[in-house]
C-alpha cells in the first residue's frame, strides 16, 4: 500500500520525438506526456523530464500510454516509444550511509518495498526490453518493479558475456519468448566509482576531509573523489551506451525501461534534456526509487 507520501504523475504539455540523427528528444507539436512519478528535482527549475509532485497521495497512481482510441492502453502509433528511467530502492551500504559506488550491494527490505511500489505505477505501460547496470541493487529493482507488471512476462536476464554463456542460456520455446522481457546489463549504466571513498562512513568523511571538500566530491561536475569519477567521466560511458545500445530500440517505436543509479541517470537526463554541467549537478533523487518516463511520437 503506498504511504501518504507518494507522489502522483505529473503530465507536463510537451512533446517529443525521438531523432536518430542528434539521438536525443526533439521538441514538435502533438499529445505526447512526459510524466515523473517520485521525488526527484533540479533545484527551483522544471526540467522537462523531471517535474517533481508537490501532491501527496494515499493511493498508487498507475501511470498511462496514451490511449488508441480502443479502451487499452497501447501506443497510437508505432513509431511511439516510451523511455522509463528508475532508480534502485534503498541498498544495505544507504541504510549504513556508507559511499557505495560500484560495490555490489543488495538492497534493504524497505529497498524491496520500493521497488515493488514503483512496479506499481508502471504496471499499465508495455516494456519491450529492460536495461539495467551490472549491480544487483539495480538488477533486483528491475525484477521486482516488473514482477507488478499486468501483462505478467517474465523478466529474463540474457547472458552475452561469451558464446558459451549465450549458448546455455538460450530459449528453444517461442511461445515461451513471447512471454519473457529480455534483461540486459551493462558496466556503463554502474553508478560512478567513488574510489577510496568506498565503504567510508558518509558523516565520518565530512568530518575527516570537511563538509565543502566532501561536497565538492559529491556535487561537482568534474572533480572526482581521490581515486574515483567524476559525474563528467560518469557521463561519458553512461551517455555513449544510451546512444549505442538503447537509442535504435526507441527509434524503432520499443518501450525501454532503464533500471540503474543516480549519477548514471542524472547523466543520462543530462543528454536528453540538454542540461548544463551547472543544471545536471543540481539534478537529484531524493526517495529511491524515482522513475521518469519520457513518451515520444
Not at 60 to 88: C, F, W, Y
Request: some cysteine; overall charge positive; aromatic content about 6%.
Amino acid at each position: 500500500m503506498a504511504t501518504a507520501t507518494s507522489q502522483r504523475a505529473i503530465v507536463s504539455a510537451q512533446s517529443h520525438q525521438w531523432d536518430a540523427k542528434n539521438s536525443g528528444f526533439q521538441k514538435r507539436t502533438g499529445n505526447a506526456r512526459l510524466v515523473f512519478v517520485g521525488s526527484s528535482c533540479l533545484g527551483s527549475r522544471k526540467s522537462r523530464l523531471v517535474c517533481a509532485s508537490g501532491v501527496p497521495s494515499s493511493v498508487v497512481q498507475p501511470i498511462q500510454l496514451p490511449s488508441n482510441g480502443d479502451g487499452g492502453h497501447t501506443p497510437k502509433k508505432s513509431s511511439e516509444s516510451a523511455l522509463i528511467l528508475i532508480r534502485h530502492g534503498e541498498s544495505l551500504w544507504n541504510e549504513k550511509n556508507l559511499f557505495t559506488g560500484c560495490v555490489d550491494v543488495p538492497l534493504t527490505p524497505k529497498g524491496v518495498e520500493e521497488a515493488i511500489e514503483a512496479g506499481k505505477r508502471i504496471c499499465n505501460i508495455p516494456i519491450d526490453v529492460i536495461y539495467t547496470s551490472s549491480l544487483i541493487r539495480a538488477q533486483m529493482t528491475a525484477m521486482l518493479a516488473m514482477m507488478q507488471h499486468r501483462r505478467k512476462k517474465i523478466p529474463i536476464i540474457m547472458h552475452n558475456e561469451s558464446e558459451q554463456a549465450h549458448r546455455w542460456s538460450q530459449i528453444y520455446s517461442e511461445e515461451t519468448l513471447k512471454q519473457s522481457i529480455p534483461v540486459i546489463t551493462a558496466w556503463q549504466l554502474n553508478e560512478r566509482m567513488y574510489g577510496e571513498l568506498q565503504g567510508l562512513n558518509k558523516q565520518e568523511t565530512a568530518d575527516r576531509f570537511g563538509k565543502e571538500q566532501v561536497h565538492e566530491w559529491r556535487r561537482s561536475y568534474d572533480i572526482p573523489p581521490p581515486n574515483g569519477e567524476s559525474l563528467e567521466m560518469c557521463a561519458e560511458r553512461a551517455v555513449a551506451y544510451f546512444k549505442e545500445q538503447i537509442i535504435p530500440h526507441l527509434v524503432a517505436g520499443k518501450h525501454v525501461m532503464v533500471a540503474a543509479h543516480g549519477n548514471s541517470l542524472r547523466s543520462i537526463i543530462m543528454h536528453l534534456d540538454k542540461l548544463t554541467s551547472q543544471e545536471v549537478v543540481k539534478l537529484c533523487f531524493l526517495l529511491p526509487p524515482s522513475i521518469t518516463l519520457g513518451v515520444g511520437i
